[in-house]
């Protein structure tokens, strides 16, 4: 199985192993055949050796020497070569003559059938047996008949030019798996800049997979994140300047008044309205940066229990006229968690769910062990959460109807914050309303806290 790190190396290494090998078997194979096939003497000067070789045989065979003769110098004179008609006589010296047919005929001249060698410097002499097996017509090759004009032109084609155009081809072809990719992705960056968050690159190279895919989830992820980060920055900015807009106006009411007729009441005014704006803008900071940052988790072991108490001490203190009720075990102990994260998402569940529950009323918490997972379920006496905003409440200042706005101090950053914060250390928190009122938010912790977080924070890698 190739490495999933070297998939383009090992695509490109055998493309090119593979596709010169068979380039040089081809070149090798192309030259073979074009040089046989060019060693041959064309057959009508086949035709015209035969015919002089049948001519002189008639000669011969009449027994008119001199006709010969005359007919042979007026041959060489008027196609320039040589020419001869010869006999040749093996004689057995000692042992018996093996396959006679190989000792007749003059055998010192080339047979019209038998390729030309392209690489001699002279033209051989050809040899045409005559119908006595003893005597044969030799004859210089001409100039005009040596076969292999285009030898060296089609040398150079098979290992000069084709070599490059076949090579070039193959480039190409590499260039262009190669680019496609790429200039999908110039193109997809060019669009992300100019404000286009939507754009994706892997769905775009199909089944493809090497390092360009890779670097296309690379970027696909990089376009998600920070795509959500700008929309959700803009969103927030929208939000954080409208939900300032009110406190500002009674601060500067508040800050006239003071100019006009200073008083306590005026005083604390300001203050408390200063206050407000101040945890707004701290919220608003402390959600930015969860939203935007990995935050660098500090692992540690804690009780839930333990956490929880602490938290609910707090709270009766801060809302004596609410009751808290709880169903708690002896102890609940997580390994490698972050105590601050955990901390702070039960504090803003439970000081949400306080503030929503009428005084004299109560709010019931309920830890319980599921499977791998710790379930805190914190459940309120207030109006709950129409169905269908259910899934928005965990949304940055989401504002359900008026009778869940009791309280001016809520500007609906807590349960936002407390998704973030659950988020990081690997759990997930859901929220219900209840059969008989109130809703209840159910947070899910991994008892391994470790290794739950070392995976969601893997996959934001």
Request: hydrophobic share 45%; proline share 4%; aromatic share 8%.
């Amino acid at each position: 199985m190739l490495n999933v790190k070297r998939r383009l190396f090992w695509k490109l290494c055998i493309t090119f192993t593979a596709g010169v090998v068979a380039l040089f078997y081809l070149l090798d194979f192309l030259a073979v055949k074009a040089e046989d096939s060019m060693s041959q003497i064309a057959q009508k000067h086949r035709d015209q050796l035969l015919a002089w070789a049948a001519e002189a045989e008639t000669l011969f065979n009449a027994g008119d020497n001199a006709e010969l003769d005359r007919w042979l110098a007026q041959l060489q004179q008027s196609e320039q070569l040589q020419a001869a008609v010869v006999q040749f006589e093996s004689t057995l010296i000692s042992g018996g003559q093996l396959e006679p047919e190989r000792y007749t005929g003059f055998n010192f001249g080339r047979n019209v059938a038998w390729p030309v060698h392209l690489y001699f410097d002279f033209n051989p002499v050809m040899e045409i047996p005559f119908g006595d097996g003893q005597t044969s017509f030799l004859v210089g090759l001409p100039a005009y008949m040596r076969p292999g004009d285009l030898w060296y032109s089609t040398k150079i084609t098979l290992q000069l030019i084709l070599p490059m155009v076949l090579l070039a081809v193959l480039s190409l072809l590499v260039y262009s798996h190669i680019m496609r990719p790429i200039s999908q992705l110039r193109r997809a960056t060019n669009a992300f800049s100019h404000g286009d968050f939507s754009v994706r690159v892997r769905t775009l190279l199909g089944g493809r997979n090497d390092e360009l895919a890779d670097l296309a989830d690379t970027f696909d992820y990089m376009a998600q994140r920070i795509g959500d980060q700008i929309v959700n920055q803009r969103h927030l900015i929208a939000d954080l300047s409208h939900e300032l807009r009110t406190p500002l106006t009674r601060l500067d009411i508040a800050v006239d008044s003071l100019n006009s007729r200073p008083s306590t009441e005026n005083i604390a005014r300001v203050s408390r309205e200063s206050q407000h704006i101040r945890r707004l803008v701290e919220d608003t900071l402390t959600l930015a940066w969860l939203d935007n940052e990995r935050p660098r988790l500090e692992l540690e072991g804690l009780d839930l229990v333990d956490l929880i108490d602490v938290i609910l001490e707090d709270a009766r203190f801060e809302f004596p006229g609410r009751l808290i009720n709880t169903a708690l075990p002896a102890t609940a102990r997580i390994e490698q968690t972050c105590h601050r994260a955990v901390g702070q998402a039960l504090e803003n569940i439970i000081r949400n769910a306080l503030r929503f529950t009428a005084d004299g009323g109560a709010v019931q918490v309920t830890l319980e062990t599921v499977g791998e997972y710790y379930r805190i379920h914190v459940q309120d006496q207030g109006p709950g959460v129409p169905e269908h905003q259910l899934a928005q409440i965990f949304q940055p200042f989401f504002r359900g109807d008026s009778a869940r706005l009791s309280n001016h101090k809520s500007f609906g950053l807590g349960l936002a914050l407390a998704q973030r914060q659950v988020h990081i250390v690997g759990g997930d928190i859901v929220a219900r309303n209840a059969p008989k009122g109130g809703l209840c938010v159910t947070i899910g912790l991994p008892r391994d806290g470790h290794s739950a977080a070392m995976g969601l924070l893997g996959q934001a890698k």
